[in-house]
Every structure is written in structure tokens, then in C-alpha cells.
């Protein structure tokens, strides 16, 4: 098992930057992929962004494409989530988890071993 944790989330207002973070361990030496999603309050969990065991590939969903940054760090090992532009819509718990498929960044059902979160409240 691999346990994460979140770190990162604040208020921001409307346009501003946000760097969020989370820390792999246990069985942490892969490979697998890793994920954000995010959940607002009376909604669903929703994917956000995932990035190949490589680092190579990353897959965003639409809404946050060309404003989000996945990166990954595997001697940490770590995932961060850059996110710009922020918009009000933004606001939601951030959760990272894993994929065992190092490849599987469209397989949102194989995603698992979730985080606590981080709350991120962007403010308009």
C-alpha cells in the first residue's frame, strides 16, 4: 500500500497561483501513475489532471488545460499540481492518488490509495 498526503491548498482570490503538493509513502517505488481530482461541495469527485510513472505523459481534463501543471519528482517521490488563472469554479478538495498502471492516465476507475486532501477556495 501507498499512503499520500496533501499539502499546499489556501484561499486566493480570482487569477492567482496556487502550488499544490503531495507526498508518496509506503510502497512508494512504483511504477504507477499519478493523479489529481477535486471535489466541490454537492458535487462528484471529478479528474483533474494524471502523469505517467515516466513523467513523460500527462493528461488534463478540459476545463483546466493550459492553466494546470502536473509534475512529478519519483526520487521523492512526490506529485505537485501548478495551477494559474484560477477561477471561483476552482474551489474544491484536492485529493492525489495512484494508478499501478504507470501509463493508465485515462483509467480514472484504477485510480486509488487516496489522500486526506487540501482545500482550495478561490475567491471572486
Known amino acids: 500500500q501507498v499512503q499520500l498526503v496533501e499539502s499546499g491548498g489556501g484561499l486566493v482570490q480570482a487569477g492567482g497561483s496556487l502550488r499544490l503538493s503531495c507526498a508518496a509513502s509506503?510502497?512508494?517505488?512504483?511504477?504507477?501513475?499519478m493523479g489529481w481530482f477535486r471535489q466541490a461541495p454537492g458535487k462528484e469527485r471529478e479528474f483533474v489532471a494524471a502523469v505517467s510513472w515516466s513523467g513523460i505523459t500527462r493528461n488534463y481534463a478540459d476545463s483546466v488545460k493550459g492553466r494546470f501543471t502536473i509534475s512529478r519528482e519519483n526520487a521523492k517521490p512526490t506529485v505537485a499540481l501548478q495551477m494559474s488563472s484560477l477561477k471561483p469554479e476552482d474551489t474544491a478538495v484536492y485529493h492525489c492518488?495512484?494508478?499501478?498502471?504507470?501509463?493508465?492516465?485515462?483509467?480514472?476507475?484504477?485510480?486509488?490509495?487516496w489522500g486526506q486532501g487540501t482545500q482550495v477556495t478561490v475567491s471572486s
Open positions: 492518488a495512484v494508478n499501478w498502471d504507470p501509463i493508465g492516465l485515462q483509467d480514472f476507475e484504477g485510480f486509488g490509495s
Open positions: 509506503g510502497r512508494a517505488y512504483g511504477p504507477y501513475a
